[in-house]
């Protein structure tokens, strides 16, 4: 299986990192804590023209991915999402997707909810367009998400049956673990750069077999997770321009459904991330603990983000229950 990006791939990789590297430095996010957002930056990415459906989603990963490594205070993802639902190309407003369906017409902890102007989500068994003015005011949380409730508006527009949603919500687990790829890399390169850097003994710490083997194994996690995201982007684009779903054969390790894909991603990136950022911040000691040091930025994030859609247990059993059916399993008496 190819692990490199194709040559256009590259190129998009390194214009969107770099624009976040100029754009978006550590500074940039501490200053826009605790709500994590910042208008400035925003207005800098809308610039850059991403949003709409002409784009693969195959490609929003690779941009995903650069959002991911720089803890953009911006609402990448679910822009995106909403604007390929919608048709839109443009940056304002701001739009979202409530990922759970709405109770007595609210909508509980919506990513990017306190920053968005327009939310869809599902109410009832409709899909609805709501739209009134962002609260800009977020319940502090771990990852500083601008998450918020929002309600229902009474003008809301009817956008279809509540199962149109399945796709929308496939394509921001699959763009929330391009983003997740993107913290466990940036926070491997911060490890190896601060072990080389820093001194005991009169020798970088890296030179610690115990450090050595605690990063070793990394790169392969990370790559694993890159690996399974373009494999759920692909079977999404796929879908996307209606091509047959392959069939799906788990006991030949064969799995072709892009929702099952999509899910899958999700789990194992969330896991992924919260491992790699575990082991880099210890690398940097004590250190990594404290405010000024940049990698608990993304110790915080990937925990914070990867728990957006809930708990991973829930994602789980649905994923089971996707793969292994009850009438199968019933029927295979196994």
């Not at 306190?114 to 869809?120: C, E, F, L, S």
């Not at 929002?150 to 929330?176: H, I």
């Amino acid at each position: 299986m190819e692990l490199a990006f194709s040559s256009e791939q590259q190129q998009l990789y390194d214009a969107f990192d770099h624009f976040f590297t100029v754009e978006c430095p550590a500074s940039c996010v501490r200053g826009a804590e605790p709500l994590g957002f910042d208008r400035v930056l925003w207005t800098k990415l809308a610039a850059m023209e991403v949003w709409g459906s002409e784009a693969s989603l195959a490609d929003l990963c690779v941009m995903g991915e650069t959002f991911g490594g720089a803890v953009a205070p911006v609402p990448f993802v679910e822009h995106a999402v909403a604007s390929r639902l919608l048709g839109s190309a443009t940056a304002e407003p701001i739009a979202t997707v409530s990922l759970r369906p709405s109770s007595r017409g609210r909508w509980s902890l919506v990513p990017a909810g306190a920053v968005a102007d327009v939310v869809i989500g599902i109410d009832g068994d409709r899909l609805v367009v709501s739209t009134d003015p962002a609260p800009f005011e977020s319940p502090r949380n771990h990852a500083s998400a601008p998450i918020a409730d929002r309600q229902v508006t009474r003008d809301a527009t009817v956008f279809g049956a509540a199962v149109s949603f399945e796709t929308a919500l496939a394509e921001w687990k699959v763009l929330t673990s391009a983003a997740l790829v993107g913290i466990a890399a940036k926070s491997l390169q911060l490890a190896v750069e601060y072990v080389q850097q820093r001194q005991q003994f009169g020798v970088p710490i890296g030179s610690f077999q115990a450090l050595q083997h605690s990063l070793a194994d990394l790169p392969g996690m990370i790559d694993g997770g890159r690996l399974l995201v373009h494999a759920a982007a692909a079977a999404l684009d796929r879908r996307r321009a209606g091509e047959p779903t392959a069939i799906t054969d788990v006991g030949l390790n064969d799995v072709e459904d892009p929702f099952a894909l999509a899910a899958m991603a999700i789990v194992f990136t969330g896991d992924m991330a919260a491992r790699v950022t575990d082991r880099c911040l210890h690398a940097h000691g004590d250190y990594g603990f404290a405010e000024e040091c940049d990698i608990q930025l993304y110790y915080r994030r990937a925990r914070g983000w990867a728990l957006l859609l809930g708990d991973p247990a829930g994602e789980c059993t649905s994923l089971a229950d996707r793969l292994w059916p009850v009438e199968q399993s019933l029927v295979g008496g196994d």
